[in-house]
């Protein structure tokens, strides 16, 4: 079907949408008396009607059985994380114990980069995109200097061409080529927090693996939104939040990924506490630990179980959708917001498209750079009914999500958008 900007056809794209109905799974929020545009996926996703009725299992078990709720009932809390991992593998693309749902995304990028930052004399650097999330800077930027090393000798970062928003492929393949025998890390995200550029994770990894060192991502604005194939791309570990496209509450329990490789490789740093030690000994209180065989052995604390719930209630809408039905419909929905945020812009008069165009180049989110008022243009969205967001200086992010959003939302959003533009140049 020949994409058109008006109501009958985002009508009959959302007729046509096998998808539709998941839309009645969420809590949508409403504003002005309605049902809001939330196109704010990339940023918390929303409640599942499921979740609390999840949660609410945990503390039924708890108050019928207390401590024994990890061995009684009919969800015992010590095998309830099983339940997560056939879904998360197939989001991730990753085999089961080579992930663990644990801690936060920041936490759990420096307990990796314990295991896989040792900088030695010859190999001391990280290669990572220029503009990382702040966080991620953060963590990079105090791990070297926890080595009593200094940024500027170790933190080589890859930056857009001058007047170019997002990082040419083949720049970031060059700078490892270029600094590969001094690297000891490539760290990129999986997408840019901020440009939605998708980076070819793939041959990332072939490169760095080319030249010794190890790689891994923050798939913060991956998880659940673009596909992924974790193991076979040989990542040596990845990480994610799962509030995002994941749709697992605020501050929900994150995601980790260690490639099979490195699960039995006892050279490997690594923190350690109670709950990384085999399930078959963790109670015998030994004063040694015997690493779980995957990658729980990166677990230290008591999982949290009320996260874990919310995290499963939401996996098992994403199981009923099924992940790659969800990809398609997402690509089809940001192809049709590029054509209609086209079809308003008026030859690039209001604003650039800062988010690469080719579909294997960006996920759900689009990013525009808005040329003059840039706040006051994002200002309107809100009281018109639509969640975006808003990034320093004249950047406004949208991300249509495959479960909850639709084509007459995005139809809606780009009506509402040119009308504000248009008044805003009167
Ligand atoms: C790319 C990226 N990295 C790291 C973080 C920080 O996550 P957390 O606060 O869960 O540690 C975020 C949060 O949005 C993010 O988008």
Not at 198 to 206: C, G, R, Y
Not at 381 to 407: H, K, M, Q, T
């Amino acid at each position: 079907m020949q994409q058109e900007f008006s109501l009958a056809y985002a009508t009959t794209a959302d007729n046509n949408d096998p998808l539709q109905s998941f839309r009645e799974q969420f809590y949508i929020p409403h504003l002005n008396d309605a049902h809001a545009i939330y196109f704010l996926g990339n940023s918390l996703g929303l409640q599942p009607k499921t979740t609390q009725d999840e949660v609410l299992k945990i503390m039924e078990n708890w108050a019928n059985f207390g401590v024994e709720g990890f061995f009684m009932g009919n969800n015992p809390w010590m095998q309830y994380h099983k339940k997560l991992l056939p879904s998360l593998s197939k989001i991730m693309g990753a085999n089961e114990h080579e992930l663990v749902v644990m801690n936060h995304l920041t936490v759990n990028l420096h307990l990796l980069m314990i295991s896989f930052y040792q900088p030695t004399a010859k190999r001391y650097k990280i290669i990572c995109e220029a503009k990382a999330f702040p966080s991620d800077q953060y963590v990079m930027q105090s791990q070297i200097k926890m080595h009593g090393l200094k940024i500027e000798d170790c933190l080589i970062e890859v930056h857009p061409r001058e007047g170019e928003e997002t990082i040419r492929h083949d720049d970031i393949i060059s700078a490892i080529h270029l600094h590969g025998a001094e690297t000891a890390l490539v760290l990129f995200s999986g997408i840019n927090y901020y440009t939605g550029q998708v980076f070819n994770m793939k041959a990332i990894a072939a490169a760095a693996r080319i030249a010794g060192a190890y790689v891994g991502f923050d798939l913060a604005h991956a998880a659940g939104n673009i596909s992924l194939q974790l193991h076979d791309w040989d990542i040596d570990f990845a990480c994610w939040c799962n509030y995002k496209y994941l749709n697992s509450g605020p501050g929900s329990i994150a995601g980790t990924f260690i490639h099979e490789k490195h699960l039995s490789d006892t050279s490997l740093q690594r923190l350690e506490g109670w709950w990384g030690n085999d399930e078959s000994n963790r109670f015998k209180m030994e004063p040694r630990f015997t690493p779980s065989p995957s990658a729980e052995a990166w677990q230290m604390s008591t999982a949290p179980m009320m996260q874990l719930a919310t995290h499963y209630a939401s996996l098992q809408i994403i199981e009923a959708a099924g992940f790659d039905t969800m990809v398609t419909k997402s690509r089809a929905l940001s192809s049709y917001l590029l054509f209609v945020l086209n079809a308003i812009n008026e030859n690039g008069k209001y604003f650039t498209i800062i988010t690469p165009k080719a579909a294997n180049e960006h996920g759900c989110q689009i990013s525009i750079s808005v040329h003059q008022n840039a706040k006051k243009i994002f200002d309107q969205l809100l009281p018109a009914g639509i969640f975006a967001d808003w990034r320093e200086p004249n950047v406004i992010r949208v991300a249509p999500v495959p479960l909850y959003n639709s084509f007459k939302e995005i139809f809606t959003f780009a009506q509402t958008l040119q009308t504000i533009f248009t008044n805003s140049h009167v």
